[in-house]
């Protein structure tokens, strides 16, 4: 089965925009315990619907800033994180729906008005990196406000550390990657991005 979802409300925690969704989505294929009885893939749908702008063009041309780059971006990787946690098996998409700068897309996804690349697809790609053929194994609450999913894959084990909005800064228990790769020591105070703590 294949799942769309577009939404500009932020993901990754309990009861967020997407949780909802693929339960209404698949309603017809959970059982009465609960569980899902055919697998499914998040084939399109994007965390930055309407809210994607351009990126860090305003450090090179004048005009006024009209969205936070970093938001957007850790809204995209949200997202996917988010969709992973409820089941998708894969989720694959591709930059779209650019046409010329000025112009706006509320379905523009990974790039800018024109088509060149936004900050939000390297966050995908890192994003991308880290998590690798990693699957959801189980979501907890490390502490008050904090989301974390674990993921497994061949060899490797992801945790994907996700706070609340405007949630106290949160000291890392391990080493880690922000929301871009760069390496984060332990007992770094996060907040305001995912980050990525992986494991052999």
């Given at each position: 089965?294949c799942?769309?979802?577009?939404?500009?409300?932020?993901?990754?925690?309990?009861?967020?925009?997407?949780?909802?969704?693929?339960?209404?989505?698949?309603?017809?294929?959970?059982?009465?315990?609960?569980?899902?009885?055919?697998?499914?893939?998040t084939?399109e749908?994007?965390g930055?619907?309407?809210?994607?702008?351009?990126?860090?063009?305003?450090h090179?041309?004048?005009?006024?800033?009209?969205?936070?780059?970093?938001?957007?971006?850790?809204?995209q990787?949200r997202?996917?994180?988010?969709?992973?946690?409820?089941g998708?098996?894969?989720?694959?998409?591709?930059?779209?729906?650019?046409?010329?700068?000025?112009?706006?897309?509320?379905?523009r996804?990974?790039?800018?008005?024109?088509?060149?690349?936004?900050?939000?697809?390297?966050?995908?790609?890192?994003?991308?990196?880290?998590?690798?053929?990693?699957?959801?194994?189980?979501?907890?609450?490390?502490?008050?406000?904090v989301?974390s999913?674990?993921l497994k894959?061949?060899?490797?084990?992801?945790?994907?550390?996700?706070?609340?909005?405007?949630?106290a800064?949160?000291?890392?228990?391990?080493?880690?990657?922000?929301?871009?790769?760069?390496?984060?020591?332990?007992?770094?105070?996060?907040?305001?991005?995912?980050?990525?703590?992986?494991?052999?």
């Amino acid at each position: 089965m294949c799942h769309h979802k577009y939404t500009s409300d932020l993901a990754g925690y309990p009861g967020d925009t997407v949780e909802p969704g693929v339960r209404s989505a698949f309603s017809p294929l959970f059982d009465h315990s609960g569980k899902r009885l055919k697998p499914f893939w998040t084939t399109e749908g994007s965390g930055t619907n309407s809210r994607i702008a351009n990126g860090i063009y305003r450090h090179t041309l004048p005009y006024a800033r009209v969205e936070d780059a970093i938001e957007t971006s850790d809204r995209q990787a949200r997202y996917v994180a988010a969709a992973l946690a409820r089941g998708a098996g894969k989720i694959f998409y591709s930059m779209h729906s650019h046409t010329r700068f000025g112009s706006g897309n509320a379905w523009r996804s990974l790039v800018t008005d024109e088509g060149c690349v936004h900050p939000s697809a390297a966050a995908h790609s890192a994003m991308a990196w880290s998590l690798g053929d990693a699957g959801i194994a189980r979501r907890e609450s490390p502490a008050v406000g904090v989301t974390s999913y674990l993921l497994k894959g061949a060899g490797h084990t992801v945790t994907v550390l996700a706070l609340r909005p405007k949630h106290a800064l949160y000291a890392l228990p391990a080493g880690g990657f922000d929301l871009f790769g760069n390496r984060l020591p332990k007992g770094t105070l996060v907040g305001k991005t995912l980050v990525y703590l992986v494991t052999p």
